[in-house]
């Protein structure tokens, strides 16, 4: 499988900017829509012109920024149809990859997953959000991982990379990311088993939180 080549790694000041700037979006300290002008981020950041605009194309790589002609670059934001077709896609690919993991899982998955739970869990309670989000991506697609399907595992980052407006915020939310540590240990304890059906629904119910609550954000601000 042909698979993209890294990106070239950011100047220092450019990578402060895009970790700071990805923080503020990614834990909802800037709301979808949001303007990023280029003068306030030199001035707040102590960066050059040069410097925020490779910041923003990083970002607009990883999928939290657009930049649009005549415009400039904003916070990305999903219509509320856009969510609902987005997450419809990850619900059938979660599905599909949970009931093709054999069962029970390999002892080495299980290790690793156990490895990223408690990493995890010490991130959480660190309030490390940014650990947090990272390791619950690692986490997801480690287990998906155990289908054997790299096309479809690959799919499922993709999707992942487009839910990242919505997902990404409810990281730092109350209450959200313990929950998501609870489905997670229930999902380590079904790949114990032999009920594929069990974490095939418990894997497509967990996706359903950070979905709710963005559609009632977007109802609440029509």
Not at 32 to 49: I, K, Q, W
Not at 102 to 121: G, I, T
Request: proline share 5%; hydrophobic share 45%; net charge neutral.
């Amino acid at each position: 499988m042909t698979r993209p080549t890294a990106p070239s790694p950011l100047p220092a000041d450019a990578q402060d900017v895009a970790r700071l700037l990805g923080e503020d979006i990614i834990f909802g300290r800037l709301a979808p829509g949001s303007r990023l002008v280029e003068d306030p981020l030199m001035a707040r950041f102590g960066a050059t012109r040069h410097g925020v605009r490779q910041a923003l194309a990083e970002l607009e790589r990883i999928g939290i920024v657009v930049r649009e002609k005549n415009k400039g670059a904003s916070v990305r934001a999903l219509a509320a149809t856009e969510v609902r077709q987005i997450y419809e896609v990850r619900e059938l690919l979660h599905r599909q990859a949970a009931l093709r993991i054999p069962l029970p899982a390999d002892a080495a998955l299980v290790s690793a997953l156990e490895a990223l739970h408690r990493q995890f869990v010490a991130a959480l309670h660190a309030g490390d959000h940014g650990t947090v989000h990272r390791i619950n991506d690692e986490f997801h697609l480690t287990l998906f991982g155990g289908c054997g399907n790299p096309y479809l595992v690959d799919s499922i980052r993709h999707f992942m990379w487009l839910s990242l407006p919505v997902r990404a915020q409810r990281t730092a939310a109350a209450g959200h990311s313990e929950a998501a540590a609870e489905e997670h240990l229930q999902m380590i304890r079904l790949l114990k088993g032999r009920d594929n059906a069990a974490l095939a629904e418990l894997c497509v119910a967990h996706l359903q939180l950070a979905k709710r609550d963005y559609l009632e954000a977007t109802d609440h601000q029509r």
